[in-house]
């Protein structure tokens, strides 16, 4: 998060080819989606742990198919919302 903050500060029109190969320049969505990285990954660091059940193992892994999903489309999504390319 903090390069790309460098690299767009500095006015760079690199592409952004975290998730494959894309022509799209980076952006502030690639920050937003790095920091949302960072807050999953401390939550589940902090978070203590427990018992495990299989009913919640499934859940759990429901969840992260879903936020995988929409964090690797995650610029697909922006764009789409933000209608840049309008």
Do not use: H, K
């Amino acid at each position: 998060a903090a390069a790309i903050l460098r690299a767009l500060r500095r006015g760079s029109a690199a592409a952004c080819r975290c998730f494959g190969v894309t022509a799209a320049p980076l952006s502030r969505a690639q920050i937003v989606r790095n920091l949302v990285l960072i807050v999953v990954a401390v939550t589940g660091w902090a978070t203590p742990g427990g018992p495990v059940e299989l009913a919640g193992v499934a859940l759990a892994l429901a969840a992260a198919a879903v936020l995988a999903a929409v964090l690797v489309l995650f610029d697909d999504l922006a764009d789409l919302l933000l209608e840049r390319n309008l």
